[in-house]
């Protein structure tokens, strides 16, 4: 049996539990959520460092499962966007059973492997491009599917399982195991599985902004202003890095269309907009090495 269907006998009260033990219960086993992706973390960072060089190159990160872990996949593609101006068209979720399955069950899809791998050769895969595969089983058909396409294409390909026999494994160039263990609701992988998962992907994907330079310091220098408030975020971080006030940090963010990166350096040496914006794409986009190469 699956570790994750493995039914704990620690659990068999659950039913008799008052509101507050099971409040308890719950949340103290999320622990083991953390616990799991902390004895991951070197292979999370190894799969960081494999996909890093084929998105500076231009590629794309398109994720694949079925169930609740592709709605977890399709929410770490969503907010790549807004928290580091990621392209939509870099980070595409596909789910199993289609865009539909986010709301509810496609019953049947997560065996369908053929359809894997005509929803991934639908995206004309390449080598640059970094394939995701989740499932908490490490064995669902559609995402098995996924892997053996990705790595027929030559795309690398990562698996996200919560199994350490799963056969995902053995079919990815990285595979990440979050070894979770059984559920307070036994095969209930919305739970703490799907909690590891979470954590796995944020870290994985922030991991990579990181090393593509949509980072400064600890500062989300690459954010989307798309709204009032995500504005006022932008303006108080170009007057933190810049040293300008509140006002000539404003204007200046307006004037370089609310890219924080390009309004930061024209403050710091003196420039117009858009030479500061060439600086920045001669630098890869770096604004730690357009300011340090300026002093």
């Known amino acids: 049996m699956l570790n994750t269907e493995t039914i704990d006998a620690a659990h068999a009260d659950l039913d008799t539990l008052s509101p507050q033990d099971l409040a308890r219960r719950f949340i103290s086993d999320q622990q083991g959520a953390v616990q799991a992706a902390l004895a991951a973390s070197d292979q999370i960072a190894a799969a960081a460092a494999a996909a890093a060089p084929r998105l500076r190159a231009g590629g794309r990160l398109l994720y694949f499962g079925a169930g609740t872990s592709g709605r977890l996949a399709l929410l770490d593609a969503v907010e790549l966007g807004p928290t ?12 199993a059973g289609g865009l539909g399955a986010v709301r509810l069950a496609v019953e049947g899809a997560e065996d369908d492997g053929a359809q894997a791998e005509r929803d991934l050769l639908a995206l004309r895969p390449t080598p640059q491009d970094v394939v995701i595969s989740v499932a908490a089983s490490g064995r669902t058909p559609y995402a098995i599917g996924v892997l053996r396409a990705a790595r027929a294409q030559g795309a690398l390909a990562i698996a996200l399982v919560n199994n350490p026999q799963a056969p995902m494994i053995a079919l990815a160039d990285h595979a990440i195991v979050l070894d979770t263990g059984p559920e307070v609701i036994a095969g209930s992988t919305r739970l703490k599985a799907g909690t590891a998962q979470k954590i796995a992907l944020n870290t994985l994907s922030s991991s990579l902004m990181v090393q593509l330079e949509k980072v400064y310091g600890n500062l989300m220098v690459d954010l989307r202003a798309t709204n009032a408030k995500l504005v006022a975020r932008a303006t108080g ?11 000539a940090a404003a204007q200046m963010l307006q004037a370089c269309g609310l890219e924080v990166k390009t309004a930061v350096v024209a403050l710091r040496l003196g420039l117009a907009p858009e030479p500061a914006r060439e600086r920045l794409a001669t630098l890869g986009g770096s604004l730690r090495r357009a300011l340090q190469e300026a002093s």
């Not at 580091?84 to 789910?95: G, Y």
């Not at 170009?238 to 006030?245: C, P, T, Y």
């Open 237 to 247: 971080l170009v007057a933190r890095i810049s040293g300008a006030d509140e006002a």
């Open 84 to 95: 580091f101006s990621w392209p939509a068209t870099r980070a595409v979720a596909t789910l």
